[in-house]
Nanobody, 125 residues
């Protein structure tokens, strides 16, 4: 069992930066792939970024490549999403999620077993 709690969201101007954090509890945290997803009002939840449990592989959706960076600290049971050059279209609720798979990683939110409640990010133009 893993509990996830996101923080770090807020209201910013276009071009600003934010760092989202996700605190995980559970002694097997280091064995989970961890992903960030987002959901804008009236839209489906979409994949943003994932980091393998080994920490040596990351993947991003095209719209955030070069602007967002996902990282993890397995000693602290933390996941981060550094978001730079934010755009109004980045406005959404952001969720961290845990996936148990041991091979590869998934971009599908239905494959993730554990979820946080989300943190809201609003980017004003």
């Amino acid at each position: 069992q893993v509990q996830l709690v996101e923080s770090g969201g807020g209201l910013v101007q276009a071009g600003d930066s934010l760092r989202l954090s996700c605190a995980a509890s559970g002694r097997t945290f280091s064995t989970y792939n961890m992903g960030w997803f987002r959901q804008a009002p009236g839209k489906d939840r979409e994949f943003v970024a994932v980091i393998r449990w080994t920490g040596n592989l990351t993947y991003y959706t095209t719209s955030v490549k070069g602007r967002f960076t996902i990282s993890r600290d397995n000693l602290k049971n933390m996941i981060y999403l550094q978001m730079n050059s934010l755009k109004p279209e980045d406005t959404a609720d952001y969720f961290c999620a845990a996936d148990l798979r041991r091979v590869g990683f998934s971009l599908e939110y239905t494959d993730y077993e554990y979820w946080g409640r989300g943190t809201q990010v609003t980017v004003a133009s």
